[in-house]
């Protein structure tokens, strides 16, 4: 997997100038890129570079699509249990390498270990047992006679080769929301992490390598220009990226070219509708969880609230009152509830959102950075705002939720789907009728109603307009990674 020639460090440990080094998974083989050209991995909680990662170019991506396409065939051939019991053993290894997974997820992203063991480690291998459920369960249309003398039936096949390229918020999560459906249905893979979060997907493939045959999954390191040659290869048959929807837009006219599947999973600008009826203390402290979770670094996250102009002043206090009990800065306190942000550059964006306000926004609580080392920022609520602002229309992803009010129904339909995002919003109230005729009007991939954030396997995720388009998760995730084929044989 690696080479460790040292150990970076982390607040209060000795600073060493040794990194350690990741390798690309080809074939069944670690490998450097082929010109050895390598990035550096910085660790967020302390701003200082820990590991090497490669930096894949046009030799590297070759590789890893001729792996693929050679091991689709029998991959494809083998059968749905075979599949199955594959990723069994892979959600096996999970759990029987929690603590590796754990460490190399939380030292590239700088998550807070016992929060991301509990939140999604679990999670991560329900899911990858899902779709070794879903493997076998494929449906299609009945085989019937629809024209006389003729019998016709569907199969449901494996698209192909599969280029996938995953995000920093989650490296690992997603990597699973993308190989999974994609094996479960008998296609091979080439996956990218991102260039900052690649630790955890190279040990991915150190454990998928001991139970998948060598080409069906690959892994290659790299930048923005590894992903624009994945998804410019004639080889995949399917592009699956999450990201901005600047990099979605990307993807999608790249492989129109060669009228690629795409699969985008993109931004997000979640509506968080808070009626006068409801709880307003439950209200507060779900969206501040939802909000405040991973940083906000999360395209579901409770990011933008609409409280009834009645109990805006209550719900107003009751949500920062929640805040207050929120702890970031030292990401070994077991209180600690979110980490830093991935990146300087990152960090640098947020805090613009907070600069560039409008003098009729109020900064309510943070609005700064914390500490001096790392990129740590302050859990945040912004009151005021309104719906044209900046902050209100993009997305700013990170810890800072913002507040504004509305007068009736329908203007808080209007304000909620105002925006160019359609991922996932929510409705807070404890009328009924209201609650699903909220869950009619809004224009969003997702509707929680009286909370905000859960997901299951079993239920799709994905959204519209510029969120992207393709679902992960489900059965409907599955689902995208298979092309249907029409069998008509005379009797």
Not at 83 to 103: N, P, S, V, Y
Not at 154 to 161: A, C, F, L, Q
Not at 208 to 233: K, Q, S
Not at 327 to 353: I, Q, R, S
């Amino acid at each position: 997997m690696s080479d460790r020639e040292g150990t970076g460090s982390r607040r209060g440990a000795v600073t060493t100038t040794e990194l350690r080094r990741l390798r690309n998974y080809i074939n069944g083989e670690f490998r450097d890129a082929a010109d050895g050209r390598t990035l550096e991995v910085v660790d967020p909680v302390t701003g200082l570079p820990y590991a090497t990662a490669p930096l894949s170019g046009p030799a590297d991506v070759d590789a890893a699509m001729a792996a693929a396409a050679a091991a689709f065939p029998a991959w494809r051939d083998a059968t749905p249990a075979a599949r199955q019991l594959a990723l069994l053993k892979i959600a096996d290894a999970f759990e029987a390498r929690a603590d590796d997974i754990l460490a190399a997820e939380c030292r590239d992203t700088g998550k807070p270990l016992e929060v991301t063991r509990q939140e999604e480690l679990g999670p991560i291998v329900e899911q990858i047992r899902f779709f070794a459920g879903a493997a076998r369960m494929l449906e299609g249309k009945a085989a019937a006679e629809y024209m006389a003398g003729l019998t016709s039936f569907v199969r449901r096949e494996p698209v192909g080769v599969c280029a996938q390229v995953a995000p920093w918020n989650y490296p690992l999560m997603m990597a699973v929301w993308k190989f999974a459906p994609a094996l479960a249905a008998g296609n091979t893979v080439v996956l990218k992490p991102s260039d900052t979060t690649p630790a955890s997907t190279v040990l991915l493939a150190e454990i998928l390598g001991g139970v998948l045959p060598a080409g069906v999954f690959n892994v290659i390191c790299g930048d923005r220009d590894t992903g624009r040659l994945m998804t410019e290869h004639p080889v995949p048959a399917m592009v699956s990226i999450t990201g901005s929807v600047r990099a979605g837009m990307e993807v999608a006219a790249s492989a129109a070219k060669d009228v690629k599947r795409v699969h985008l999973e993109l931004g997000g600008k979640a509506p968080c509708v808070v009626f006068e009826d409801a709880d307003l203390t439950a209200a507060a402290e779900g969206i501040r969880d939802a909000g405040f979770f991973n940083a906000g670094q999360d395209c579901t996250a409770a990011c933008r609230v609409l409280v009834h102009e009645s109990v805006h002043e209550a719900f107003v206090d009751a949500l920062l009152k929640a805040t207050a009990e929120v702890k970031t800065g030292d990401v070994e306190d077991p209180d600690c509830f979110y980490g830093p942000l991935n990146n300087a550059g990152h960090l640098a964006k947020v805090a613009g959102f907070i600069d560039r306000l409008p003098a009729h926004a109020r900064v309510e609580t943070g609005g700064h950075r914390v500490g001096e080392e790392g990129f740590f920022y302050a859990p945040t609520v912004v009151t005021g705002v309104q719906q044209d602002d900046e902050i209100v229309q993009n997305e700013v992803f990170g810890p800072v939720i913002t507040v504004q009010t509305f007068g009736d129904e329908a203007q808080a339909v209007e304000y909620a789907n105002g925006v160019e995002y359609a991922l996932a919003s929510s409705v807070w109230t404890k009328d009924h009728g209201r609650a699903m005729r909220m869950s009619k009007a809004l224009e969003f991939g997702c509707v929680w109603i009286n909370t905000h954030i859960p997901l299951v396997g079993e239920m799709p995720h994905g959204g519209f307009k510029k969120s992207g388009y393709g679902k992960d998760l489900s059965a409907y995730g599955l689902e995208d990674y298979t092309r249907v084929k029409h069998v008509m044989t005379a009797l």
